[in-house]
């Protein structure tokens, strides 16, 4: 939950959409190999874009902005995610993130975000951290999504 | 000469987290006056299990909890910043008793909100992030912030609260956000708290 992203879409209350489901253009939507180290997956069997969808829903919800009876909806789809492990001689470490928001209203947002963050030389403690970097970089993506001067149009 | 030796080192180690007690100071994002009451909004999350994304428990223990949710109020409004409203929350509730408390009409202008945000693993030092952001109720936007480190070590609960609430007191006062009625901030007994349990890692 982004703080800044709450502030400024409770100043849009009466606003409301539904919010509907998210899609994806990843192979596979559910996990993603980490060094050698096994994948790291999504819990309880949901999918990367499934996530994605919860954090707007969750934001979304929060400020008021979500009414299942509303005429507008918003869609998603994620249409590329990055995962760079940072080692030796490749920079940083980083999550990448793209995201197309359409709504019923025939208004496209189209986002994206990076997260980055240190490697290290250790692939066990990556691997356990980076789990971390891709929720803030999905809160990133909302953040920027939200406070985009265009993501209101989606809603009217 | 070893012993001796050793005695040293094991001073310098354990002189060496006292060295850098001084809190670092928040970042103040926007003009503002000087405070005097402030809500909070207390925020534990629960961050993912290893190599999975979405799901997890609260890393921080009940004890620390406790700690946390008893000192943080109690050592504010000791050191002149009373807290009329405190309200402690998980994910699912963060952002509707936010909201909540900024719509509020009979409160102070300012809200508080500590929010755990990151769960940090390193070799030994398991850590939690509280970002820290101050809400101009009338405004809607953060006017401060500030990162506050919570390490996962068990041991000294209270203490580390009482040092987490004057970490906050401290960088407020700094930003010149509060103006502290002593030259630290006291501990309920009236004593200065000591920041000696907050480690240098922790701050930096």
């Known amino acids: 939950m982004d703080t800044e992203s709450l502030l400024e879409l409770s ?23 980490c060094r050698g180290m096994g994948p790291i997956r999504m819990a309880n069997g949901q999918t990367i874009s499934g996530y994605v969808h919860d954090a707007f829903q969750l934001q979304l919800n929060s400020a008021g902005l979500v009414n299942a009876t509303s005429p507008t909806t918003v869609t998603g789809r994620l249409e590329s995610m990055d995962f760079g492990w ?51 970089n999905v809160q990133a993506l909302v953040r920027k999504a939200i406070t985009s001067p265009e993501f209101i149009a989606l809603l009217n | 000469m ?20 001084a809190p670092a100071g928040g970042e103040k994002v926007a003009a503002n006056e000087l405070i005097d009451a402030v809500d909070v909004l207390l925020h534990f999350a629960k961050f993912q299990r290893l190599t999975v994304i979405g799901a997890g428990d609260d890393p921080v223990t009940a004890k620390e ?18 807290v009329p409203t405190f309200k402690v929350v998980g994910n699912d509730t963060y952002g509707s008793e936010l909201l909540r408390m900024i719509e509020q009409s009979e409160a102070p202008r300012y809200v508080l909100a500590i929010q755990s945000s990151r769960y940090d693993r390193q070799t030994g030092i398991d850590m ?36 987490t609430a004057s970490h906050l007191l401290i960088s407020m006062s700094r930003s010149g956000l509060i103006r502290l009625p002593n030259a630290v901030p006291l501990d309920l007994k009236g004593q200065p708290i000591e920041n000696h349990t907050v480690f240098a890692s922790d701050i930096e």
């Open chain 1, 86 to 136: 940072g080692l030796p001689l490749q920079g940083k470490a980083k999550w990448t993130m793209t995201v197309v928001l359409n709504s019923s209203n025939g208004r496209t947002l189209r986002i994206a975000s990076t997260t980055e963050f240190e490697g290290g030389m250790n692939a066990i403690l990556f691997c356990q951290n980076a789990p971390g970097f891709f929720m803030i």
């Open chain 1, 11 to 33: 100043a849009h209350k009466g606003s409301a959409v539904q919010l509907g489901p998210f899609e994806s253009n990843l192979k596979d939507d559910s996990q993603v190999a």
């Open chain 2, 2 to 21: 070893f012993a001796r030796c050793g005695l040293l080192l094991l001073c310098g180690l354990l002189c060496l987290p006292a060295v850098a007690q």
């Open chain 2, 128 to 163: 939690i992030w509280f970002e820290a952001k101050l809400i101009d109720r009338t405004a809607r936007k953060i006017v401060w912030k500030l990162s506050l480190p919570w390490r996962l070590v068990e041991s000294q609960p209270n203490i580390r609260a009482e040092a």
């Open chain 2, 65 to 82: 909890r406790a700690a946390l949710e008893r000192f943080i109020p109690a050592i504010l409004a000791k050191n002149g910043l009373p």
